[in-house]
Structures are given as structure tokens and as C-alpha cells.
């Protein structure tokens, strides 16, 4: 985080592998710990809201991680680090790391699958979010006629809007998946139509809709450039922000 | 006799007040005439190009005297009436020998090192020429010059590397469009500047070049150099939803193209990035553009931030450079040439 700072003060011209390696570093240790509690609880450790939290922020990482092999790319994590940070602290919250104690119903294969896909999709958008961040900073600096635009090692704007496009485009359809087999996953249980109102559900149907909103709003009627970009940072602060609350408030997520 | 400069530039007043004194090329003539027929000078060059309008002339005047008369023609001319502070400079010898060297090999220029102004002084003095307005002072200190000017360019590394305005331009493409093989561009006003511009662009696989410009039959001549298309003047708006990239440096006296005109352009574009390189003085292009979404403006003073930066890479060959013009200067002087840049331009007037 910290050197992220330092890089963005630098306006990205420096090799930045020292922010690469730390993440990397931070990855394996992560990874490690992820397959620990794995085996300890006898599943994939996505069953509570820390739990998601760290999958969602592992799962950025690791693109991040891919994407940045190519030097071009490494820079990205300058933009990451912030976003990495700020979803690390959320999930350090009291009271995310519930007991796996009691639950509705015995947590089956779909219920993995469902909060695994429910996870990469925010990840993604975390991602597009991270890339709008970059869009802006560098329209910012084109539009003030910056010199830091010219030399900063930023991809085109334009390359970044379509970067932003297909993470909140990826992130939708994981998203819609992940929603389609929770609901099949609920349908199970005994009396799925208590749960119609659950802040959870309504919460996720309301996330959909935004995305939706922002992918229609700039396929069809071509809102791209700054609006787009501030919509995903937009949409992405709103998922942060409001996670935490419909997760305690959902009696069929926190029972 | 003494070779006095007096004039303004990029270095001393910003585009507002520069495009106010501008000359069309058509206006010279008269002007250098109506400037001779005073008396004030014996001959004379008028040098006006989008960073500078500056007349060198010979008087046999004390210089603060031709100074005062000078600057008297160059308001009267463009009947501009606001207050002047330090925006027009004064040069006697031997600073203006040495200065007009100095813009000859691109050393004054807001690119350092660009050969388009050696380009646009030749046509200058060319000008004077034909039409009688120079005599054996100025022919030998613009001869002097031009060879200087080759001289720099082969001996040192001054103009290696990215310096002009079409290299920047190429720079900001590129970091506006995914890829250059698929944009198209127009070239509004057939211009020399204009026409390096989009050679730099094409130079990097730009898609199609439309060229526009009041004179159809030179905007045909421009097209067919560039392996373009040529469309006549009215028409360029038509064409400007499948367009990426502009380069305007028209004469036209007021904005040609504004936030009214864009807008619904934009729309029928579907707001893909426009790149607007504005390098007419006065400006072809309103500045209120600018704040539109996903358009980007730049006019001939934006690019001097990005030139400055090159300025810093390339002050070992300026020394080097500031080396030979002083040499030469003594030469053509007769004396010591005059000390490096500190103090070599001064205002000219504390104010009107």
C-alpha cells in the first residue's frame, strides 16, 4: 500500500516488480493459510463473510498476479494495492469470522460453487473497478494536458475503458451464474419461499441490477469514457460498503 | 545601420495575445511596404508563424527609436489597444544576430530543435525578397542563418529524437487510441505544420487522412502527397463523426469549430475519444471544447509542457549549440559574439 503511494506520487515511471513481488509474496502466504483452514474444515473455506472477503481479494490477486507477467501490466498494482487494502481491513471486521456452527441445511457442493462464483464476481468487479481508477487517473492527466500522461507507463485510455468493459462484463455473468445456482441451492431447502425477503437476496437481485444498468447503459446507449469508469468505482464502493450490513441483517446467510 | 529585432513570442505571450498579432501571409507584402514607406527602416523580414511574429528590419535609426516606431506599426497594424506589459521583446546587436540564428535552427523554438521554423523563416525572407523589402544587410545575416541552421543539424544531435509538434502529437495519440491502424484523421487547413503532422501519423499506420481546406486545389495537392482524400471546405463537419484525430491550422480569424458543432457529433460518434490538435494561431478551435467528455484538446501553447521536458533532455547539445551560433555571429559582426542566453531577450516596453 505504502508503496503504492510511493508509485503513484512517481506518476508510475519506475519499475514497479518491488510492488509485484510484495504481492506475490502476500499471495503465497494467503494461499497457504486458504489451504489450511481448507483442510480443517473439511471444505472449500468460502462459508462465512471473511471467508468470501479474502477468496474475493485472493481471487483479484491472482488475476493481478497473471496479468502482470506481462511487464506492460505491472503497473496495475499500484492501482490494486489501495483496493487490496481496504477490502483486507473490511475483513479483518469483528464478528465476519462466524463459527461454522449451526446452519440451514448441510452446505452441499452447489452452496460452494454458489459462493465461490458469488466471490470471482467480485473480484472481477474489483478489478474493473481498479481499471476505471486507472482510466481516470489518466484522462485526468491527458485532459489537464499533464506531461505524467506521456510518460507514465498507463496503457491507452481507450484500451483501459475496454479493459473496465469485459472485467464488469466477466464479473455479470459470474455473478448471474453464481445467483442462478444459489437459487436452485435454495429451492432445496424446506421452505424456500420464507426467505422471498431475504435483505441478502434482495440485496444480491439490487447488485444485479446496477451492473446490468451500467452494461446496458454502455453498450447501448454508448455511455462510456469518464461515466462508465465512475459508474464501476461507483458500483464497486456501493458492494464494499453494503456487504458487511445485508450479510448480518440476512438470517438465511448469518442464521 | 544596425539589425534590430522586435517582436513576440511563445516565451514572452501566451496564444491570446499572440494570434492578435498575427500576419496572414497575404498581409505581408503591404505590411513590409507601409513599414518601408515610414522611413523608419531601410529593410525589413516579417516573421509570423502559430509561436511567434517577429520583424527583423535594418534602421539606421538609434535602435530605442526604431524600437518605439516599431512597436507603434506593429499596434497600429492590428489595431490593438489593451495594455502590454513584457509581451514584446527588443533586440539590437549583437543579441539579434544571434537570436535570429538562434530561431533558425530551432533553438528558440517551443520544440526544441524542430526544422519546421527554418522551413517558415525561409519563406519569410523569401517573401521580402521578391517583393524588394530586403537588402545587403539582411540578405547576408538570413544567409548566415540558413547555413548556421545546416551546420547545427549535421554537426550536432539537436534535432535527433522526438522534437516536433507531429511527434508529440504522434506521443498523445498514442496514449488516447488502442491502436493507431485503425484511426482516421483530417487535416483542416493545408499548412506546413499540419501536413508534418499528419506525415508523423501516417508514419505510424494511422488508417485514412481526409484533408480540407479553404483552397480546394491545395488541399488536392496535400491529399494526393499524403495518399489522402481531398474534400472541399464545407463539407469537412460531414465528415467529422468517422473521424479520430483533427489537425486544424486554418487563417480563419475566429473558431471554426465549437462546443455547439460537437456536441451532436459526439452523439452520432457514440462518444469515442476525438484527439483535437488545434495549431492555428488565432485558434481554429474553441477552448470550452476541452471539458467535453472523451475530447481532447490541444492547442499550440498545451504542447509546450511536453516540450519542455525534451528541452531538459537536450541542454548538453544546446551548450554545444549555443557554442557554434556564437562563433558564427562573431563572424558576421565582425566582434565577439554575444555572451550565452542570460539577458538576450528584454521586454521591450514597460507598458500602454
Given at each position: 500500500?505504502?508503496?503504492?503511494?510511493?508509485?503513484?506520487?512517481?506518476?508510475?515511471?519506475?519499475?514497479?516488480?518491488?510492488?509485484?513481488?510484495?504481492?506475490?509474496?502476500?499471495?503465497?502466504?494467503?494461499?497457504?493459510?486458504?489451504?489450511?483452514?481448507?483442510?480443517?474444515?473439511?471444505?472449500?473455506?468460502?462459508?462465512?463473510?471473511?471467508?468470501?472477503?479474502?477468496?474475493?481479494?485472493?481471487?483479484?490477486?491472482a488475476?493481478?498476479?497473471?496479468?502482470?507477467?506481462?511487464?506492460?501490466?505491472?503497473?496495475?498494482?499500484?492501482?490494486?494495492s489501495?483496493?487490496?487494502?481496504?477490502?483486507?481491513?473490511?475483513?479483518?471486521?469483528?464478528?465476519?469470522?462466524?463459527?461454522?456452527?449451526?446452519?440451514?441445511?448441510?452446505?452441499?457442493?452447489?452452496?460452494?460453487?454458489?459462493?465461490?462464483?458469488?466471490?470471482?464476481?467480485?473480484?472481477?468487479?474489483?478489478l474493473?473497478?481498479?481499471?476505471?481508477?486507472?482510466y481516470?487517473?489518466?484522462?485526468?492527466?491527458?485532459?489537464?494536458?499533464?506531461?505524467?500522461?506521456?510518460?507514465?507507463?498507463?496503457?491507452?485510455?481507450?484500451?483501459?475503458?475496454?479493459?473496465?468493459?469485459r472485467?464488469?462484463?466477466?464479473?455479470?455473468?459470474?455473478l448471474?451464474?453464481?445467483?442462478?445456482?444459489g437459487?436452485?441451492?435454495?429451492?432445496?431447502?424446506?421452505?424456500?419461499?420464507?426467505?422471498?425477503?431475504?435483505?441478502?437476496?434482495?440485496?444480491?437481485?439490487?447488485?444485479?441490477?446496477?451492473?446490468?444498468?451500467?452494461?446496458?447503459?454502455?453498450?447501448?446507449?454508448?455511455?462510456?469514457?469518464?461515466?462508465?469508469?465512475?459508474?464501476?468505482?461507483g458500483?464497486?464502493?456501493?458492494?464494499?460498503?453494503?456487504?458487511?450490513?445485508?450479510?448480518?441483517?440476512?438470517?438465511?446467510?448469518?442464521? | 545601420?544596425?539589425?534590430?529585432?522586435?517582436?513576440?513570442?511563445?516565451?514572452?505571450?501566451?496564444?491570446?495575445?499572440?494570434?492578435?498579432?498575427?500576419?496572414?501571409?497575404?498581409?505581408?507584402?503591404?505590411?513590409?511596404?507601409?513599414?518601408?514607406?515610414?522611413?523608419?527602416?531601410?529593410?525589413?523580414?516579417?516573421?509570423?508563424?502559430?509561436?511567434?511574429?517577429?520583424?527583423?528590419?535594418?534602421?539606421?535609426?538609434?535602435?530605442?527609436?526604431?524600437?518605439?516606431?516599431?512597436?507603434?506599426?506593429?499596434?497600429?497594424?492590428?489595431?490593438?489597444?489593451?495594455?502590454?506589459?513584457?509581451?514584446?521583446?527588443?533586440?539590437?546587436?549583437?543579441?539579434?544576430?544571434?537570436?535570429?540564428?538562434?530561431?533558425?535552427?530551432?533553438?528558440?523554438?517551443?520544440?526544441?530543435?524542430e526544422?519546421?521554423?527554418?522551413?517558415?523563416?525561409?519563406k519569410?525572407?523569401?517573401?521580402?525578397?521578391?517583393?524588394?523589402?530586403?537588402?545587403?544587410?539582411?540578405?547576408?545575416?538570413?544567409?548566415?542563418?540558413?547555413?548556421?541552421?545546416?551546420?547545427?543539424?549535421?554537426?550536432?544531435?539537436?534535432?535527433?529524437?522526438?522534437?516536433?509538434?507531429?511527434?508529440?502529437?504522434?506521443?498523445?495519440?498514442?496514449?488516447?487510441?488502442?491502436?493507431?491502424?485503425?484511426?482516421?484523421?483530417?487535416?483542416?487547413?493545408?499548412?506546413?505544420?499540419?501536413?508534418?503532422?499528419?506525415?508523423?501519423?501516417?508514419?505510424?499506420?494511422?488508417?485514412?487522412?481526409?484533408?480540407t481546406?479553404?483552397?480546394?486545389?491545395?488541399?488536392?495537392?496535400?491529399?494526393?502527397?499524403?495518399?489522402?482524400?481531398?474534400?472541399?471546405?464545407d463539407?469537412?463537419?460531414?465528415?467529422?463523426?468517422?473521424i479520430?484525430?483533427?489537425?486544424?491550422?486554418?487563417?480563419?480569424?475566429?473558431?471554426?469549430l465549437?462546443?455547439?458543432?460537437?456536441?451532436?457529433?459526439?452523439?452520432l460518434?457514440?462518444?469515442?475519444?476525438?484527439?483535437?490538435?488545434?495549431?492555428a494561431?488565432?485558434?481554429?478551435?474553441?477552448?470550452?471544447?476541452?471539458?467535453?467528455?472523451?475530447?481532447?484538446?490541444?492547442?499550440?501553447?498545451?504542447?509546450?509542457?511536453?516540450?519542455?521536458?525534451?528541452l531538459?533532455?537536450?541542454k548538453?547539445?544546446?551548450?554545444?549549440?549555443?557554442?557554434?551560433?556564437?562563433?558564427?555571429?562573431?563572424?558576421v559582426?565582425g566582434?565577439?559574439?554575444?555572451?550565452?542566453?542570460?539577458?538576450?531577450?528584454?521586454?521591450?516596453?514597460?507598458?500602454?
Amino acid at each position: 500500500m505504502a508503496y503504492s503511494v510511493f508509485l503513484w506520487r512517481k506518476g508510475f515511471r519506475r519499475d514497479d516488480y518491488v510492488n509485484y513481488s510484495m504481492l506475490l509474496l502476500g499471495f503465497g502466504l494467503h494461499t497457504t493459510a486458504m489451504i489450511l483452514r481448507g483442510f480443517r474444515l473439511n471444505h472449500c473455506p468460502v462459508t462465512n463473510l471473511y471467508e468470501a472477503t479474502t477468496f474475493a481479494m485472493w481471487s483479484l490477486v491472482a488475476v493481478y498476479l497473471v496479468l502482470g507477467l506481462w511487464p506492460r501490466f505491472r503497473f496495475f498494482g499500484a492501482f490494486a494495492s489501495p483496493v487490496l487494502f481496504g477490502i483486507g481491513v473490511f475483513a479483518l471486521m469483528p464478528n465476519l469470522d462466524a463459527e461454522h456452527g449451526a446452519r440451514l441445511g448441510t452446505p452441499t457442493a452447489w452452496t460452494s460453487v454458489h459462493a465461490a462464483l458469488m466471490a470471482l464476481s467480485y473480484g472481477a468487479f474489483g478489478l474493473s473497478s481498479v481499471a476505471a481508477l486507472m482510466y481516470l487517473t489518466q484522462e485526468h492527466n491527458l485532459k489537464l494536458h499533464k506531461i505524467k500522461a506521456l510518460f507514465s507507463l498507463l496503457p491507452p485510455i481507450q484500451r483501459l475503458e475496454v479493459v473496465v468493459g469485459r472485467l464488469l462484463l466477466s464479473g455479470f455473468v459470474l455473478l448471474t451464474v453464481g445467483l442462478v445456482i444459489g437459487a436452485y441451492d435454495l429451492s432445496r431447502l424446506d421452505h424456500p419461499h420464507a426467505y422471498r425477503g431475504d435483505p441478502k437476496i434482495v440485496w444480491s437481485g439490487l447488485v444485479w441490477l446496477i451492473y446490468l444498468g451500467l452494461i446496458v447503459m454502455r453498450w447501448k446507449f454508448a455511455q462510456g469514457g469518464r461515466r462508465f469508469a465512475l459508474g464501476a468505482i461507483g458500483s464497486f464502493v456501493f458492494v464494499v460498503l453494503t456487504f458487511w450490513g445485508t450479510n448480518v441483517l440476512s438470517p438465511l446467510h448469518n442464521p | 545601420m544596425a539589425l534590430v529585432v522586435l517582436g513576440l513570442s511563445h516565451h514572452s505571450s501566451p496564444v491570446t495575445i499572440r494570434e492578435r498579432f498575427a500576419f496572414a501571409e497575404a498581409r505581408v507584402p503591404a505590411a513590409l511596404e507601409v513599414l518601408r514607406s515610414s522611413r523608419v527602416v531601410e529593410e525589413a523580414v516579417i516573421l509570423s508563424t502559430c509561436n511567434r511574429v517577429e520583424i527583423y528590419a535594418v534602421t539606421s535609426l538609434a535602435p530605442p527609436v526604431a524600437f518605439d516606431s516599431l512597436r507603434e506599426f506593429l499596434v497600429t497594424c492590428h489595431n490593438y489597444s489593451d495594455p502590454l506589459t513584457d509581451e514584446l521583446y527588443k533586440l539590437s546587436e549583437p543579441q539579434s544576430v544571434y537570436h535570429l540564428f538562434k530561431v533558425a535552427c530551432g533553438l528558440d523554438s517551443m520544440v526544441l530543435g524542430e526544422t519546421e521554423i527554418l522551413g517558415q523563416l525561409k519563406k519569410a525572407y523569401d517573401l521580402a525578397l521578391q517583393h524588394g523589402h530586403t537588402g545587403a544587410r539582411l540578405n547576408k545575416a538570413f544567409q548566415r542563418a540558413f547555413n548556421v541552421a545546416k551546420h547545427i543539424r549535421t554537426e550536432t544531435n539537436i534535432q535527433r529524437g522526438s522534437v516536433s509538434i507531429g511527434s508529440v502529437a504522434v506521443e498523445l495519440a498514442e496514449k488516447i487510441f488502442s491502436r493507431l491502424g485503425d484511426r482516421a484523421v483530417m487535416v483542416i487547413g493545408a499548412g506546413d505544420t499540419s501536413e508534418k503532422t499528419a506525415r508523423a501519423l501516417l508514419s505510424r499506420g494511422v488508417r485514412s487522412i481526409i484533408v480540407t481546406n479553404r483552397s480546394h486545389a491545395k488541399a488536392v495537392v496535400l491529399a494526393q502527397q499524403l495518399g489522402g482524400r481531398a474534400i472541399q471546405f464545407d463539407e469537412w463537419a460531414k465528415e467529422f463523426q468517422n473521424i479520430d484525430i483533427v489537425i486544424s491550422s486554418t487563417s480563419a480569424p475566429h473558431y471554426i469549430l465549437d462546443r455547439v458543432k460537437l456536441e451532436p457529433v459526439m452523439k452520432l460518434r457514440r462518444n469515442r475519444p476525438l484527439l483535437l490538435i488545434d495549431i492555428a494561431v488565432p485558434r481554429d478551435i474553441e477552448p470550452e471544447i476541452n471539458f467535453m467528455e472523451n475530447v481532447f484538446l490541444y492547442n499550440i501553447d498545451d504542447l509546450q509542457t511536453i516540450a519542455d521536458d525534451y528541452l531538459k533532455q537536450r541542454k548538453q547539445e544546446v551548450a554545444r549549440c549555443e557554442q557554434i551560433i556564437r562563433e558564427k555571429a562573431a563572424a558576421v559582426l565582425g566582434r565577439p559574439g554575444p555572451p550565452p542566453s542570460s539577458g538576450e531577450v528584454s521586454p521591450a516596453f514597460g507598458g500602454r
